[in-house]
């Protein structure tokens, strides 16, 4: 561990960004879904920043309940405390917490890391919600949830707006569903919010490609008819998906488990997508081409959906960092490519970008 | 864009007679494709002894260079010359060649245009070569002329004949410490040391070596080699593209990954390491000169931060694009070593540029899946051409294409260039200003509303130290191109595309070429000197009125 740590340095040497830690996380058997996805998050820098900041403001508090978020503010906090710049640490509450939360991820078992992103994403959400509507009904002394609350104020008055909450701030986004009856024309419009978008995934395909067929029109008919309610009867239709308000975060999460029906069961696709390291949504309703950056990517390692491993690549500080659970390495930004996928179906190289994390910059118009 | 037939390999009667050369196990790969001109038939396939493993030092992408050797004897030919009348000679033998005047222009850029789409610059002046050698094993007195492609598998270096439909490299050279990932061909090379062929290494190391003299040799290893940069004594980052300073008497320049490049000189000792001021500010634009003179390289272009990914010079040389990771393009006058213009990618890098024949018009591809048109005269992108499902890896303007009714007039001018994609796509496209569809223009935020010609053309030509770089447009603003052609061509990721009188050649990552032919051109892309010497009539180069 500390050969490793000392390796990391020596290779940074006096480019070691001030104030910044590079540790890796012990792995509890079959943990490294875990562990990939918090290194992701840990250098999503905003969303670290307000992890933090929540810690220090309930480090004292009257009723110490443990749940994931404060399990997870300690564990980021116990990260950036650290004396030594590199190392290990083992983040073992948090993986306590994590089982003893789901039973999904009780076991010793090989795990999805989107879904675990999506459920910790979640949970974190309806934590700090249910401490914000405690907030509100009681006591005056925790501003700060206050200054998270609904965006639009309370101007409904009894019409209890959602809330937006930090992470909400961070990684949501909201999609138009627009759905045209193909009979009378008329358009329905559903909005929808998301923390992330799932992305079906081509052979030999970009990231560009794959999100321009997220948003491209599909035309429900035959089984798939949609109900017009001004027809009042199924009807054939065009649908088709919008990003509307487009995250601060966003998180691309590439279908690689596939079902084959006549397999029977969840079949990996290794394919070669690319993802460039800088991105723009087009397909917005906002006027400006909103620019993205990549900072992170959870990689899965192996063949199958059953098994094998989840590495991540981060971005810190202009440099990139290959996390693998207690180890921590520097990569060449080059490397990144090597995680794109195979051409072929049958390949050596089974290491692939399966969660995308791209931090929208900051000098676009908003 | 493909007719109606099933999915397996349509095997027309050109390409039964030609299976041999030919493996294809990959279904729905069709062997042709069509455009408004006629079809485009397989012809053949170049490619390498794949049981073999190169990746000793890692993979690396493929690239091909196009190379035309010309008679061997300096003295007896005239398209040959000593001393410092090689360029002109060469070029005037190349216009009596091409019939035109236009064509000793287009020689005159010949292979320096960056590394590969360079090359396509190459073969314009030959057409497809002879079939003297066909498919022999380099001999000792090889004296072979006419068209060879050499190209980049891990370590290996493979020359291919085009002359035949063999499709095995008739010569491999290994490299022993880093694996050759760029190389380009200069057919006017000094007859003195006759070092025409430029490859350039992983390592940062830079050969020049003769192709005649490699193919003479049967061994594995470089023969007669000049190195440069050895064990990157100057720059031990990447090779990334090369190219031959046009008319430079033997002058190139090497850029690399760090975002450098350096330009050497021919016959200058590279065995005393140049020296360079350290570069002060990375995010600046800067030039350093040797502070020896018999040094070699004489000069260090710093571009940007991030690699340098392609270098083209313009047709008449005093121009040089540079494209890289920042995800711009820059224009620089090469003699006064000053940006001219330039502009961002939609987003991500750049990873390919051409020029036009006229030097009116740049392509650049990249990571944003679009081809780009970049205007000289406009100093703007003109153009986005959508239509790839990847990034753009491979672009070309193909010289040899004339408009299906030639509006002799001259007013409006068509382009035809094509592109290749990670997504295994050949795409062909058709492009006229005239045809262009502009969006409504909103006044850009910040910028100022309008190009006003006068302001441009005054602008052009005056000394302002450095010229400015274009914000990315934004998608609304920018005119969109739709492809002609779409084909998929391999199953692998392609590389790169070389535009020739004959055929267009596509190159996958893999290191595999596939030849194909153009409409209307005869069954063989092998000719013999008077199928040469007739088809030179046709105008090489319709599109550069």
């Given at each position: 561990m500390g050969a490793a740590g000392s390796k990391l340095e020596k290779a940074l040497g006096?480019?070691?960004?001030?104030?910044e830690r590079y540790f890796g996380l012990e792995n509890f058997g079959n943990t490294c879904y875990c562990n990939s996805v918090l290194q992701a998050l840990y250098f999503c820098v905003p969303f670290r920043e307000k992890l933090l900041e929540y810690y220090e403001k309930n480090k004292n508090p009257a009723d110490p309940e443990e749940n994931l978020l404060t399990c997870l503010a300690d564990l980021f906090t116990q990260i950036s405390s650290q004396k030594k710049k590199t190392g290990v640490i083992a983040p073992k509450r948090f993986v306590q917490r994590v089982r003893k939360e789901n039973e999904l991820f009780r076991g010793y078992m090989h795990q999805d890391a989107h879904e675990f992103l999506n459920f910790l994403l979640n949970e974190l959400v309806d934590i700090l919600e249910k401490e914000c509507s405690a907030a509100k009904d009681g006591s005056e002394n925790s501003s700060e949830k206050v200054a998270n609350?609904?965006?639009?104020?309370?101007?409904?008055?009894?019409?209890k707006e959602p809330l937006v909450t930090w992470v909400h701030k961070n990684f949501q986004g909201i999609l138009t569903n627009e759905t045209k009856c193909?009979?009378?024309e008329t358009v329905t419009a559903r909005d929808e919010t998301f923390l992330d978008l799932s992305l079906d995934i081509e052979q030999n395909s970009s990231i560009t490609s794959c999100l321009k067929n997220f948003s491209s029109t599909e035309t429900l008919n035959a089984e798939d008819k949609f109900f017009c309610d001004k027809c009042c009867s199924l009807q054939e239709a065009q649908k088709r998906m919008k990003i509307k308000k487009p995250p601060h975060i966003l998180v691309i999460h590439l279908?690689?488990?596939?079902?084959?029906e006549n397999l029977g069961r969840y079949k990996k696709l290794s394919y070669r997508v690319v993802f460039p390291l800088e991105l723009k949504?087009?397909?917005?309703?906002?006027d400006a081409d909103s620019e993205y950056s990549l900072f992170a990517v959870v990689v899965h390692v192996g063949t199958g959906p059953n098994h094998g491993h989840y590495v991540s690549l981060v971005k810190s500080h202009n440099h990139w960092l290959f996390f693998d659970d207690e180890n921590v390495d520097m990569i060449d930004e080059?490397?990144?490519?090597?995680?794109?996928?195979?051409?072929?179906?049958?390949?050596?190289?089974?290491?692939h970008g399966y969660i995308l994390f791209y931090e929208r910059l900051s000098n676009e118009t908003s | 864009m493909n007719n109606s037939s099933t999915n397996a390999s349509t095997t027309s009667t050109t390409s039964t007679t030609i299976n041999g050369g030919i493996s294809t196990p990959?279904?729905?790969?069709?062997?042709y494709f069509k455009t408004p001109e006629g079809r485009y038939n397989l012809h053949s396939e170049k490619s390498h002894?794949?049981?073999?493993?190169?990746?000793s030092h890692g993979k690396s992408v493929s690239q091909v260079t196009l190379a035309n050797l010309k008679e061997k004897s300096a003295s007896t030919t005239p398209t040959s010359s000593s001393g410092y009348s090689a360029t002109s000679s060469v070029r005037s033998a190349a216009a009596k060649l091409l019939g035109t005047s236009n064509g000793g222009r287009a020689l005159s850029?010949?292979?320096?245009?960056?590394?590969n789409k360079v090359v396509a610059a190459t073969t314009k002046?030959?057409?497809?070569?002879?079939?003297?050698?066909?498919?022999?094993l380099p001999m000792a007195n090889f004296d072979g002329k006419g068209l060879y492609i050499i190209f980049n598998v891990g370590d290996t270096l493979y020359i291919g004949d085009l002359?035949?439909?063999?499709?095995?490299?008739?010569k491999s050279i290994n490299f022993a410490n880093s694996n050759p990932v760029c190389h380009t061909f200069n057919p006017?090379?000094?007859?003195?040391?006759?070092?025409?062929l430029l490859i350039g290494l992983n390592s940062g190391e830079v050969y020049t070596v003769s192709l005649r003299q490699q193919l003479q040799d049967i061994g594995k290893k470089l023969i007669g080699a000049q190195v440069y940069n050895k064990d990157g004594?100057?720059?031990?980052?990447?090779?990334t593209s090369l190219a031959w300073v046009?008319?430079?008497?033997?002058a190139f320049v090497v850029a690399h990954a760090d975002g450098n490049f350096y330009v050497y000189e021919k016959?200058?000792?590279?065995?005393?390491d140049s020296s360079f001021s350290l570069i002060?500010?990375?995010?600046h634009f800067s030039v350093a000169h040797a502070k020896?003179?018999?040094?070699?390289?004489v000069a260090r272009w710093h571009i940007c931060?991030?690699?340098?990914n392609r270098i083209a010079f313009s047709p008449d040389g005093t121009h040089l694009a540079v494209v890289g990771r920042d995800g711009f393009l820059r224009v620089y006058d090469y003699q006064k070593e000053q940006l001219l213009c330039g502009g961002k990618s939609y987003y991500g890098a750049i990873l390919c540029c051409a020029w036009s024949m006229d030097g009116k018009y740049i392509l650049t591809g990249g990571e944003d899946d679009l081809v780009q048109v970049w205007s000289m005269e406009d100093r703007k992108v003109i153009a986005w051409g959508e239509?790839?499902?990847?990034?753009?890896s491979g672009v070309a303007f193909d010289p040899y294409w004339s408009p299906?009714?030639?509006?002799?007039?001259?007013?409006?001018v068509m382009y035809r260039f094509g592109s290749v994609g990670q997504d295994t796509q050949l795409l062909l496209w058709d492009f006229s200003m005239d045809e262009l569809v502009v969006?409504?223009?909103?006044?850009?935020?910040?910028?100022?509303?309008t190009y006003s010609a006068g302001s441009q053309s005054s602008q052009w030509?005056?000394?302002?130290?450095s010229g400015t770089l274009q914000p990315a447009p934004c998608m609304r603003d920018v005119p969109k191109l739709s492809p002609l052609v779409a084909h998929r061509v391999y199953s692998e990721p392609l590389s790169d595309l070389i535009f020739t009188q004959h055929t267009i050649l596509t190159a996958c990552r893999e290191g595999h070429v596939k030849v194909w032919m153009r409409p209307g051109?005869?069954?063989?892309?092998?000719?013999d000197s008077e199928t040469l010497s007739s088809s030179t009539e046709k105008t090489p180069i319709p599109n550069c009125k």
């Open positions: 006096d480019h070691f960004p001030e104030g609350g609904p965006r639009n104020g309370l101007a409904n008055g009894v019409q193909l009979r009378c279908k690689r488990f596939k079902y084959i949504l087009t397909n917005t309703m906002e080059a490397a990144v490519q090597t995680f794109f996928g195979s051409a072929q179906e049958y390949s050596s190289n089974s290491e | 990959n279904t729905g790969l069709k062997n002894p794949s049981t073999l493993l190169h990746f850029f010949v292979g320096v245009n960056g590394a002046t030959a057409s497809i070569g002879n079939s003297s050698n066909g498919g022999s002359n035949t439909q063999e499709k095995d490299p008739i006017e090379a000094n007859a003195k040391d006759g070092h025409d004594s100057i720059n031990n980052s990447r090779c046009p008319q430079g008497n033997g016959g200058k000792d590279a065995t005393i002060k500010d990375p995010t020896s003179n018999k040094s070699n390289p931060q991030g690699s340098i239509g790839h499902n990847s990034w753009v299906p009714s030639s509006d002799s007039t001259g007013e409006n969006p409504l223009r909103r006044c850009p935020p910040g910028g100022s509303p030509d005056s000394a302002v130290p051109s005869s069954e063989s892309i092998s000719t």
